[in-house]
């Protein structure tokens, strides 16, 4: 089920909810792109601001359908200036206690896992506490919270998180201790 946010003004109306469902299960902005998305994106966050952003939208979305991602290399790039980075890591995960809440204000995360499993946490941020301040530079706030709905994050779904998601990554799968995965940070319409 997906989760949606407010009304948001389309060129055809507005994006309510079930519009907005319509448009990510239509699957048109895949353009190609085999993966999905994770079936409770807010999918009003989604529709707004990739019609908003649109060329970078798919910009991302080619990047990830015609690159061989497990062959890439660890590093950040710049794949279109200050408006998608892409980073690639073979973190080693962290047992649960030792993540925490995040949320950025500047850029929208695509998290995909390319190789191996690696459990996620997303969270409304009201239902969270701020721990560490937004820190402008380093685009990020911390929260602490006992709530938030996890996933088991695996190759063919990727998780986007919009300004208003805290989310919770890097949590270890019992068996997967290193796991390759792909973060590209996609500006945020109008910031």
Not at 18 to 40: C, F, H, I, M, S
Not at 103 to 129: C, F, N
Not at 157 to 184: A, M, Q, W
Request: glycine share 8%; hydrophobic share 35%; aromatic share 12%.
């Amino acid at each position: 089920m997906f989760s949606c946010s407010s009304k948001v003004a389309t060129s055809g109306g507005e994006w309510t909810p079930k519009r907005a469902e319509q448009w990510v299960k239509g699957g048109t902005w895949k353009n190609g792109l085999k993966l999905d998305v994770y079936p409770d994106v807010d999918a009003v966050a989604f529709a707004k601001q990739y019609q908003a952003n649109k060329a970078i939208w798919d910009e991302a979305f080619a990047y990830m359908r015609d690159h061989d991602l497990a062959a890439l290399p660890n590093g950040s790039s710049k794949i279109d200036g200050d408006q998608l980075t892409l980073s690639v890591t073979e973190p080693t995960s962290k047992e649960f206690d030792k993540t925490q809440w995040e949320s950025h204000k500047k850029y929208i995360d695509l998290q995909y896992i390319v190789r191996g499993k690696e459990k996620m946490g997303v969270e409304a941020l009201p239902k969270l506490t701020v721990t560490d301040p937004y820190n402008d530079t380093k685009d990020v706030a911390h929260y602490s919270g006992s709530t938030g709905k996890y996933y088991v994050a695996e190759p063919g779904t990727f998780y986007l998180f919009f300004p208003e998601n805290g989310h919770r990554p890097s949590i270890k799968v019992e068996g997967y201790d290193v796991v390759k995965k792909v973060v590209f940070k996609i500006r945020v319409a109008g910031t």
